[in-house]
């Protein structure tokens, strides 16, 4: 009941529902990387001139604007303990109320946890769909797991033992991930020298981009046909002696996605909402795909689908 307030909440909004908040945040994901290909940007009077400096500040402050709204309502409403089922939110403004968390800090991570979660997922859907309909075959395939879970077609409730069935509609969506990982370049910066195990050294201060996107497609971790789409490279007996670095659509280690079991959930979720009830088809090929490097991949062309009720 809870979670309803909130979504409500979000979608009362009129920045959410003039479309200027999403706008805030696809300037940003095009704003960030482009300061890190090009650092001069970022000094104070280029910045200025060049009105990169202005672009950022306005679609922070914006974006900023719309959680601080948030944030500030619920901080004048009562505390969780009174609620039957509190939100996440609800919790963690409890721990400001009780100064064990800074304002700021609150502020700083919901504002990074909606950057994280809003294009990642959105995108991914996009993607998988855009892939199923260039490859009908493996679309039947979900589509039978589908039916075999959800026998009767229309709105039927989901579950996550339900989701957990649909093992193939998995392999798809991360085989959708490795050849269009949502999120492309991982970007770091070395706060010391350091020296990789080729002897190669890194001085202190140097941006680093891992690449995930030409790391998914790798030909010494997948085989000669890397650049294929088959979800078959997930099945268990295959994954089994893969390095364990080649596929990292959700980055390792310690700054590992914080939302990964969430979005594989919700991401399936709606795929198989989608897909239960929906034929999808395309004259799109997909060797005609191109990507746009981003904080999140964006595709050049998106591909024309065709959609069919199923009956
Ligand atoms: C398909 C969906 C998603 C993909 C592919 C994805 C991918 C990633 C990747 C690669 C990173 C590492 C970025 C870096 O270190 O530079 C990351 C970080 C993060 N993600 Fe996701 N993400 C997804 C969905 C989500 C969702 C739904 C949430 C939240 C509900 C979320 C929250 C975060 C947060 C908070 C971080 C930063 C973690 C940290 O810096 O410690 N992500 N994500």
Redesign the pocket.
């Known amino acids: 009941m809870v979670l309803q307030n909130s979504r409500s909440d979000v979608k009362n909004k009129a920045n959410y529902n003039n479309g200027n908040l999403m706008k805030n945040y696809k300037s940003l994901n095009e704003l960030i990387p482009l300061g890190v290909v090009m650092p001069w940007l970022r000094n104070k009077f280029i910045g200025k001139l060049s009105g990169f400096e202005r672009r950022r500040l306005e679609a922070t402050s914006q974006a900023n604007a719309f959680i601080k709204d948030i944030i500030d309502k619920k901080l004048g409403s009562r505390s969780s303990e009174t609620s039957l089922e509190p939100a996440l939110i609800d919790r963690i403004l409890d721990l400001v109320r009780n100064g064990d968390l800074s304002y700021d800090d609150v502020m700083g991570e919901f504002s990074?946890?909606i950057f994280?979660?809003s294009d990642?997922?959105s995108v991914?859907v996009n993607n998988v769909l855009s892939l199923l309909a260039m490859f009908p075959k493996v679309q039947d395939k979900v589509f039978e797991e589908l039916a075999e879970v959800f026998p009767s077609v229309g709105g039927s409730e989901l579950s996550h033992g339900d989701v957990e069935k649909l093992v193939y509609l998995d392999q798809v969506l991360q085989e959708t991930?490795r050849l269009i990982?949502?999120?492309p370049l991982?970007?770091r910066q070395t706060s010391q020298e350091i020296r990789l195990s080729n002897g190669f050294q890194i001085p202190e201060g140097v941006t680093l981009m891992i690449d995930?996107f030409h790391t998914h497609q790798n030909t010494d971790v997948w085989g000669p046909k890397a650049g294929e789409f088959n979800p078959d490279n997930f099945l268990a007996v295959n994954k089994r002696n893969r390095h364990p670095y080649g596929y990292?659509?959700?980055?390792k280690g310690?700054?590992?996605?914080?939302?990964?079991k969430?979005?594989l959930i919700?991401?399936k979720l709606a795929l198989a909402k989608i897909l239960r009830n929906y034929k999808l088809s395309t004259s799109f090929l997909y060797q005609d795909l191109e990507f746009v490097d981003n904080t999140t991949i964006k595709l050049a062309k998106q591909p024309k689908l065709k959609i069919e009720r199923r009956t």
């Open positions: 990074n946890i994280a979660a990642t997922t991914t991930l990982p949502a999120v991982l970007i995930i990292l659509p959700f980055s310690k700054k590992t996605c914080l939302g990964y969430l979005s919700s991401v």
